[in-house]
Nanobody, 123 residues
């Protein structure tokens, strides 16, 4: 089995910073794309940032210049450094990854989601 666990969410004032972490664990063989998504109340889930195995990154226009995605390949961990936070960044942030893992007698290649971590930006 594979699990993604996010941490680092919380309540910060506008202009503040947070660093989210996502740790992938289990019978992992390799991880391809990893991404952060967010979902605000009443809105659709949207991709915030993506990083592939070659460390090529992509960001939503709304976070460019403020957020930085990174990976620690040896630790199967992904990070999202969020600076200059705005109230509109308030959402549940989810970790997502394409993972190849050992199943029962086979290799499984699936897309996984974490459980989410709440980020609230408010004064």
């Amino acid at each position: 089995q594979v699990h993604l666990v996010e941490s680092g969410g919380g309540l910060v004032q506008p202009g503040g910073s947070l660093r989210l972490s996502c740790v992938a664990s289990g019978t992992i063989v390799s991880i391809n794309d990893m991404a952060w998504y967010r979902q605000a109340p009443g809105k659709q889930r949207e991709q915030v940032a993506l990083i592939n195995r070659s460390s090529i990154t992509n960001y939503a226009d709304s976070v460019k210049g403020r957020f930085t995605i990174s990976r620690d390949y040896g630790q199967n961990t992904m990070y999202l450094q969020m600076n200059s936070l705005k109230p509109e960044d308030t959402a549940v942030y989810y970790c997502n990854a394409d993972i190849k893992a050992l199943g029962v007698g086979r290799l499984d290649f699936r897309n996984y989601w974490g459980q989410g971590t709440q980020v609230t930006i408010s004064s």
